[in-house]
Nanobody
Framework: QVQLVESGGGLVQAGGSLRLSCAASESIFSNYNMGWFRQAPGKEREFVTRINRNGGNTLYADSVKGRFAISRDNAKNMIYLQMNSLKPEDTAVYYC?????????????????????WGQGTQVTVSS
């Protein structure tokens, strides 16, 4: 069982930056593909980004490409989401997710159903 705890959310002005962190309890964290999703009020949960097990492959939603960066530190069982040039439309609850499943199709990891474990979420609010 993997437990995930997000932190780092908050209120920021448009154009600002935040760094989200996700701590994983599992000692074999390096065996999991990791992702970040977000959900705004009244909207479905949407894919933000994912990173593969060794950190060598990433995938981003078009809406955040060039502004957000995902990284991981397997020695610390942590993943991070650096968010720059934030926009009001980035306002949402951000969730960290983990999956032990493997697919040759990178787009597979953009689906919430691909992930087995989820954190409780952290609120990010971007004011205009």
């Amino acid at each position: 069982q993997v437990q995930l705890v997000e932190s780092g959310g908050g209120l920021v002005q448009a154009g600002g930056s935040l760094r989200l962190s996700c701590a994983a309890s599992e000692s074999i964290f390096s065996n999991y593909n990791m992702g970040w999703f977000r959900q705004a009020p009244g909207k479905e949960r949407e894919f933000v980004t994912r990173i593969n097990r060794n950190g060598g492959n990433t995938l981003y939603a078009d809406s955040v490409k060039g502004r957000f960066a995902i990284s991981r530190d397997n020695a610390k069982n942590m993943i991070y989401l650096q968010m720059n040039s934030l926009k009001p439309e980035d306002t949402a609850v951000y969730y960290c997710a983990a999956t032990g499943r493997v697919s040759t199709f990178s787009s597979y990891y953009s689906r919430p159903e691909a992930y087995d474990y989820w954190g409780q979420g952290t609120q990010v609010t971007v004011s205009s």
